[in-house]
Every structure is written in structure tokens, then in C-alpha cells.
């Protein structure tokens, strides 16, 4: 297992570096990748860079190999062919330059918050004065402070995520891979969450993944959105988010560019699913 505890120090995003984007460490690459799954072909040829500090999203249908992409990322599934790399590395397992944030959350309910953050430092065996002072720090970031002692079953869905995401930013990673993280909570409580998000967006350095199945999600976090079709699992379009940094949802909401796009990934879904039916 890699040594965890000494990795921040080494890395470029270790704190008292200024908050910009880790110099190469957080790209992420994916050359050639192929799936294979008993059932068949899952992802077919992918071909994609993300540079670092980017907040890319990823759209498609369910089944069209999301979560087996991120998966693959993070190093807990293996391509059939092709590679990926975090900046000049190939992925070969777990780094702990990465953090996954799945939809439920992964707390652990006997934990209190302040532990769950603490978590991946302590398998770190990170220092304790340490450990305490980048655990304050996410739990602050996520705007959770005053909630450290109580439990999950204790917090709303938008807490619970949250103390996921503060557990994400706490273990420093210069990636961050998200898989629906906002899908299962209310409608309400999503749109405090994406406004958290972009707020928080100027001063995190990670690069980001995000996949949603939410077009307007999408439009409204990413830099860039990737789309993607299925059987094969491939992507079909790569496309620029032409709207500027810090924004708000409403903001979004209200910018020229934003019902064109969301009409352009409408129709590009709804064409592929059409071709696929007519297949058939
Ligand atoms: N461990 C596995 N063994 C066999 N097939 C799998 C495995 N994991 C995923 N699959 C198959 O791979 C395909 C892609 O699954 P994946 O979970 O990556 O899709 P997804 O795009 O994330 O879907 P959703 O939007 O529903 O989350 C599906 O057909 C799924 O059944
Ligand atoms: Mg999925």
C-alpha cells in the first residue's frame, strides 16, 4: 500500500502551496480504453484528457459505463485494453492523490463526522496535530462546522454529502471523482448543494469528474461536459461550457449560451437513443 501520510507533503497541492491548479499532477488521461464485461462490451475507445483544475461532467444513459469510467480512474477496476494515467503515472490500483465521493455517501453511521472526515488520514497514520488541522479545515470548507460530534443519522441528505465531500477535500487528493453525488437528495437541497459547489469551486485545485445524469447539473458546474452513448459505451461529444467562472445557478440559468447548450445535449441523447431503437 502506498504511504498515504507522506504523500500531501510531497504533493503539489499540500497546503501552504497558493490555491492554483497542481501543476500536472492532477491531469488525468485516458488513452484507448476498452471494458469488457461477461455481457458484452461495456466502453469502447475512449480517448480522454482532463487538465488539471478542470471540472469536467459527464452525461449519458444509465448503463453507458459512468461509473465503470470513474472506477477505472480511481484504480479500483482495471481496463481491457488501453491505459490511464494521473499526471505521469499509470493507474495500476487506489492513489491517494484521488478521491471518490460516491452517491451514498459512504459514512460510517457509528462514526461521528469529525471521524468520518478523519478517516483516510488516520489509515494514513497522518500526525496528529496534522490530521486535526486538515480535518477543521474541510469540515469549515463544507460549511459543517458546529456539526463535528454528531452522527450521520443525525444529518439532513445535503450534511450527509457534505461531510462526504469534506472527507474527499480532507484527504488533499488532486483529483476528485464524483459519481452522482448529488442524486440523492432532494430537488431543493441539490441546488444549495451545486451553489456550494461553485462557490467552493475558487478555492478548490482538484481537478474534477462529475458524472450526473442532470443535464442542467452539468451545464451548471462544469467547465466542460463529456457525453456519452451507449451499447457500445463510447463518447459521442466533447463540448465547452461557454460560461465564466465563479457563476451561480442563477446566473447560469439566465446566460444566452445556456439553452442552447442544454437543447444540444437534449437532442444528441435523445438521437443516439432513437438509433439504437431503430437497431433493434
Ligand atoms: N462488475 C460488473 N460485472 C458485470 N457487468 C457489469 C459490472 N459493472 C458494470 N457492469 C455493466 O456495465 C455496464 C455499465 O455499467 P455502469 O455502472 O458503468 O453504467 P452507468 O453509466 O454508471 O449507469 P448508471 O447511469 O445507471 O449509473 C452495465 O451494462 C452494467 O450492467
Ligand atoms: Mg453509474
Redesign the pocket.
Known amino acids: 500500500m502506498p504511504d498515504m501520510a507522506r504523500a500531501p507533503a510531497a504533493s503539489p497541492t499540500a497546503r501552504g502551496t497558493p490555491p492554483q491548479a497542481p501543476a500536472g499532477g492532477g491531469r488525468i488521461g485516458c488513452a484507448n480504453v476498452y471494458k469488457w464485461?461477461?455481457?458484452g462490451i461495456?466502453l469502447e475507445d475512449i480517448g480522454l484528457t482532463v487538465e488539471p483544475g478542470q471540472f469536467v461532467c459527464i452525461v449519458?444513459p444509465?448503463?453507458?459505463?459512468?461509473?465503470?469510467?470513474l472506477r477505472m480512474m480511481a484504480g479500483l477496476t482495471e481496463p481491457d485494453h488501453g491505459s490511464i494515467a494521473i499526471g505521469e503515472d499509470v493507474v495500476t490500483g487506489p492513489d491517494p492523490r484521488v478521491a471518490v465521493v460516491f452517491q451514498h455517501f459512504g459514512l460510517f453511521p457509528w462514526k461521528s463526522v469529525y471521524r468520518n472526515v478523519a478517516l483516510p488520514l488516520q489509515i494514513a497514520r497522518t500526525e496528529r496535530s496534522e490530521l486535526d488541522r486538515r480535518v477543521t479545515e474541510a469540515i469549515a470548507t463544507v460549511g459543517l462546522t458546529g456539526h463535528e460530534r454528531k452522527y450521520p443519522a443525525q444529518l439532513s441528505g445535503g450534511m450527509k454529502q457534505r461531510a462526504g465531500l469534506a472527507r474527499a477535500l480532507a484527504a488533499a487528493p488532486d483529483v476528485l471523482l464524483m459519481d452522482?453525488p448529488f442524486a440523492a437528495v432532494d430537488a431543493q437541497v441539490r441546488e444549495v448543494l451545486q451553489e456550494d459547489l461553485l462557490t467552493l469551486r475558487a478555492r478548490l485545485r482538484q481537478t474534477i469528474v462529475f458524472?450526473t445524469?442532470s443535464i442542467d447539473e452539468a451545464i451548471t458546474l462544469g467547465d466542460r461536459i463529456i457525453v456519452m452513448a451507449t451499447r457500445p459505451?463510447r463518447i459521442i461529444r466533447d463540448l465547452p461550457v461557454p460560461i465564466g467562472q465563479p457563476r451561480t445557478v442563477s446566473q447560469v440559468r439566465r446566460d444566452p449560451a445556456y439553452a442552447g447548450l442544454r437543447e444540444e445535449i437534449w437532442d444528441l441523447l435523445r438521437q443516439h437513443a432513437e438509433s439504437r431503437a431503430g437497431d433493434q
Open positions: 464485461f461477461p455481457g461495456v449519458g444509465s448503463g453507458c459505463g459512468k461509473t465503470t469510467l452522482e458524472i445524469h459505451g
